[in-house]
């Protein structure tokens, strides 16, 4: 998902060519603000902590883009393209560590797990608004 600093930012289409050019493929996209309820269902597992309500307020704050991607170890291959949480210590070359400094204000999030993004994907999308399809270059890719 891109967050409200990433739109803000004017780098939706930056984040995007970084995966697709990776070799991923996109299967869902959504454009949204993020009401309190949904913000709180995905970031529930924070509930409690200190940030928490910080968090929902910035996630909420503008709009966002949720995207679902396939390849191959999709989820911790964007993971490192993402760079670590505080986007003062990613790495250059990944999206934080390119575009922010901030711990909040990271630009992207993005699954920890299978099962996280299992659980993610419902939250945003219906299964019939992933679209299945093959693209071209997946020989190349596997
Ligand atoms: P994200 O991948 O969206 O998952 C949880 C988010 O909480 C994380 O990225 C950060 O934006 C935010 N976060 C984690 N730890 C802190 C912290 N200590 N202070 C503020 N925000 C945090």
Redesign the pocket.
Known sequence: ?V?PDGVGRGLIGACIQRFEQRGLKLVGMKFQQLSRETAEAH?AE?KG???FE??VAF?TSGPTVQMVWEGRDAVAVVRRMNGA??SSQADPGTIRGDFSLS????II??S?SPETAAREIALYFRPDELVNYALPTEDWLR
């Open positions: 998902m967050k970031y924070h902590k200190p940030f910080d968090l996630i949480t505080d711990k909040q204000r990271n999030h993005a920890d």
